[in-house]
C-alpha cells in the first residue's frame, strides 16, 4: 500500500505529514496527478528539489511501465502495461460522438472463466490494486488525451475485487481527483454473491452492466461457469434493489453467439425475464477468441434477435464492434503478448 495512488487524494496531505511533509504540499501533488497528468515528482516543478528526491525515495505514484501500445483503423487504442510483479494489463481507449471512453481492467486474468471470453482462459492472476486500476486511467490519458467517459469492462471481474474498483471509481469521481460525473461511468460485473448489495450499500449512481448473456439459468451457469450457484432471478433482484438505491437504469449485457443463445425463443425468453425492469438491453456481437468455438450469428439473425425485444417494448442496441482490428476483445493482446505457457503433460 506504500504506492500513493492507493489512497484518496484527501488522505494524501496527512501522509505527507507522516513523512514531515507540509500538508499543502500533498493537496498540491495531487492537482498535479489528477489533474495537470503528471507522472513523476520530477515534473512536479513547483515542489523544492530536495522534496522532489525525498518523495521519489519514500513515496512512489505507481509503478507500472508502459509495454506496448496498438493501434485500430477505427481510433481504438490499446495500452499493454507491465507491473511492478511482471504481471500484465490492458486498458484501451476508444473514440466516440460523446468524447472518449477509456476500458479498464480490474484483475490479472480472470477467475470467472466465461466460455466465449479470453480473459478466463488461464483463471485468475491476481486482483490489482486501486492504483494499478487508476494507472491505467492515467497512462492512457498521456498517450491518448483526456477522456470523457469510463467503463469498467477490460479484463478481470470487478465484483470479486470491490474495494479497489470502488475506491478508485471514488478517485475518478472526486473532485481532488479526475471530477468525472457518476454518469459516465459502467461498472460491468457478472453479479457474484455479495457483490451487487455492496453496490448498492455505496450508493454512487453510477451506471451497472450485468453481463447475463443467456435467459435461463442452465445455460448462464454453462457459459459464465463463476456464477453456477446463482440465479438469474436473485440476480436481477439484487440489480433491482440497486436501482431502487442509486437511481439508476441498469444495462443488461448479452454476447450473442450463434445457434447458442440467439433463437426467437430465447429472444422472447429473455423479454420475458426483462419485462418492466428498469433496463437496457446491450446486445454484443461476439468477437472471435481463437482458443473459443463459437461464431457470431448473421447480421439479419441479430437484428432480429434485438427487434423481437423492441417488440416486446424493451429499450435495445447491437453494440458495435469498435476496436477489433486493436485486439479490443477483452484478454486478446495481453496472450498475443505471452503465449500461454502449457503444463508439460498436455501435449
Ligand atoms: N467481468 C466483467 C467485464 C467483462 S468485459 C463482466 O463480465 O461483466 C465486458 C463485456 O464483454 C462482458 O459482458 C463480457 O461478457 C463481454 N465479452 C467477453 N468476451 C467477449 C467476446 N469474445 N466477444 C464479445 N463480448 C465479450
Not at 453456477?228 to 437511481?247: P, S, Y
Request: glycine share 8%; charged share 25%.
Amino acid at each position: 500500500m506504500k504506492d500513493l495512488l492507493n489512497h484518496h487524494p484527501s488522505a494524501w496531505p496527512e501522509i505527507f505529514a507522516q513523512m514531515g511533509v507540509a500538508k499543502f504540499h500533498g493537496r498540491n501533488a495531487a492537482r498535479w496527478v489528477f489533474q495537470r497528468g503528471a507522472h513523476s515528482w520530477t515534473e512536479m516543478t513547483d515542489l523544492p528539489a530536495n522534496l522532489r528526491e525525498q518523495l521519489q525515495a519514500e513515496a512512489p505514484l505507481g509503478c507500472a511501465k508502459l509495454l506496448t501500445s496498438s493501434g485500430a483503423k477505427d481510433g481504438a487504442e490499446k495500452v499493454l502495461l507491465e507491473l511492478e510483479d511482471s504481471a500484465t494489463v490492458e486498458a484501451v481507449g476508444m473514440p466516440g460522438t460523446a468524447g472518449r471512453t477509456v476500458c479498464l481492467s480490474t484483475q490479472v486474468g480472470c477467475p470467472v472463466r466465461c466460455a466465449f471470453c479470453a480473459s478466463g482462459l488461464e483463471g485468475l492472476g491476481r486482483n490489482l490494486s486501486q492504483g494499478e486500476i487508476l494507472e491505467q486511467a492515467l497512462w492512457l490519458r498521456r498517450a491518448q488525451g483526456p477522456f470523457q467517459r469510463v467503463v469498467i469492462m477490460g479484463m478481470g471481474e470487478a465484483g470479486f475485487n470491490l474495494d479497489a474498483v470502488l475506491g478508485a471509481l471514488d478517485v475518478l469521481m472526486d473532485p481532488e481527483g479526475f471530477g468525472m460525473s457518476a454518469r459516465r461511468i459502467t461498472l460491468s460485473t457478472v453479479g457474484p454473491k455479495g457483490a451487487l448489495p455492496r453496490i448498492a450499500e455505496w450508493g454512487r449512481p453510477v451506471t451497472l452492466a450485468l453481463s447475463l448473456h443467456a435467459p435461463d439459468d442452465a445455460l448462464r451457469h454453462e457459459l459464465v461457469p463463476g456464477v453456477a450457484k446463482r440465479t438469474i432471478e436473485e440476480t436481477l433482484t439484487e440489480v433491482d434493489e440497486l436501482f431502487a438505491a442509486n437511481g439508476r437504469e441498469y444495462t443488461v449485457e448479452y454476447v450473442l453467439l450463434a445457434g447458442v443463445n440467439d433463437s426467437p425463443d430465447q429472444a422472447t425468453a429473455l423479454a420475458d425475464l426483462l419485462f418492466q425492469r428498469r433496463c437496457h438491453v446491450n446486445l454484443i456481437p461476439y468477437n472471435p477468441v481463437e482458443e473459443t468455438e463459437f461464431d457470431r450469428p448473421s447480421d439479419y439473425s441479430m437484428e432480429s434477435f434485438a427487434k423481437r425485444l423492441q417488440d416486446r417494448g424493451l429499450s435495445v442496441t447491437l453494440r458495435r464492434s469498435l476496436g477489433r482490428q486493436a485486439d479490443a476483445a477483452c484478454g486478446q493482446l495481453r496472450r498475443r503478448q505471452r503465449p500461454p505457457s502449457r503444463p508439460a503433460t498436455e501435449v
